[in-house]
């Protein structure tokens, strides 16, 4: 069976950059966070657990599908397409990196530090770790 694999956010992003025909890279947090916190440059939105309920979205694992049915439509979306998520820290990513490989998603990624890292001893983030910690491409609205 396939295994969630562990990326830095530097890893991801060249990983990404490397790969560009056949992985995505998916930011799985909350509209507000997705929205307002700021995102990787050319993600794709599809929350894991979103507002106002804050549930586990149903559609997660078919959503995904059809973003790379859609995207590469040459590719077996479950076994020859890679997903990379990401979400704030690296935790969430991992329960849905899961469902994904439930549903015999085969190249599943995450990034391990996320787009904001752990909190310092301020509970301020993106000062330990992180995609924007790294300098890596990101935007906000």
């Known amino acids: 069976m396939a295994e969630l694999l562990d990326l830095s956010p530097i890893a991801a ?70 997903v990379v998520l990401c979400c704030r820290s690296g935790k969430r990513t991992q329960d849905a990196g899961a469902a994904l490989l439930a549903a015999g998603f085969q190249h599943v990624l995450h990034v391990n530090e996320g787009f904001e890292g752990e909190r310092d001893e301020q509970h301020h983030r993106s000062t330990l770790g992180g995609w924007r910690f790294h300098g890596l491409p990101w935007e906000q609205c």
């Not at 307002?36 to 794709?44: L, T």
């Open 13 to 82: 992003y060249q990983y990404l950059q490397e790969n560009p025909d056949t992985s995505v890279l998916v930011d799985i947090r909350s509209s507000m966070e997705y929205l307002f916190v700021g995102h990787p440059v050319g993600s794709i939105h599809i929350a894991w657990i979103d507002e106002p309920d804050w549930d586990v979205n149903p559609n997660f694992v078919a959503d995904v599908e059809r973003l790379l049915s859609g995207r590469y439509k040459d590719l077996n979306p479950k076994t020859e397409a890679a």
